[in-house]
Nanobody
Framework: RSSCRRLGGGLVQAGDSLRLSCEAS????????MAWFRQAPGKEREFVAA????????LHAGSVKGRFTISKNSARNTVYLQMNSLKPEDTAVYYC??????????????????WGKGTLVTVSS
């Protein structure tokens, strides 16, 4: 199974932008889906966005829709999370994760097959 090497994260101010990268350790198959989750202090891990490796269909959580965009670079086996108009409530550890197929139900940590190490994003007010 593929694990992810994440890049990015850090401390930013409210309103700033930040891009996270996640490079898969092996080339995802065409059926794979890659996703971003986040976990704020004291809260459960929650779904942020997902992308289908073949075709590029995407799904974004309502809390980030219009501000965050998931994308991929197939040649680099890398998935990105562009985060704009960041808010203090976006502060969390962000994780990339993979599934061997797209998921038609509600995305949750339990449906993912592999995980990368998290990266901390802190948004100050």
């Amino acid at each position: 199974r593929s694990s992810c090497r994440r890049l990015g994260g850090g401390l930013v101010q409210a309103g700033d932008s930040l891009r996270l990268s996640c490079e898969a350790s092996e080339r995802p198959s065409s059926s794979h889906a890659m996703a971003w989750f986040r976990q704020a202090p004291g809260k459960e891990r929650e779904f942020v966005a997902a992308i289908k490796w073949s075709g590029g269909s995407t799904l974004h959580a309502g809390s980030v829709k219009g501000r965050f965009t998931i994308s991929k670079n197939s040649a680099r086996n890398t998935v990105y999370l562009q985060m704009n108009s960041l808010k203090p409530e976006d502060t969390a550890v962000y994780y990339c994760a993979a599934r061997t197929s797209w998921y038609a139900g509600t995305w949750s940590p339990g449906v993912m097959h592999s995980w990368g190490k998290g990266t901390l994003v802190t948004v100050s007010s």
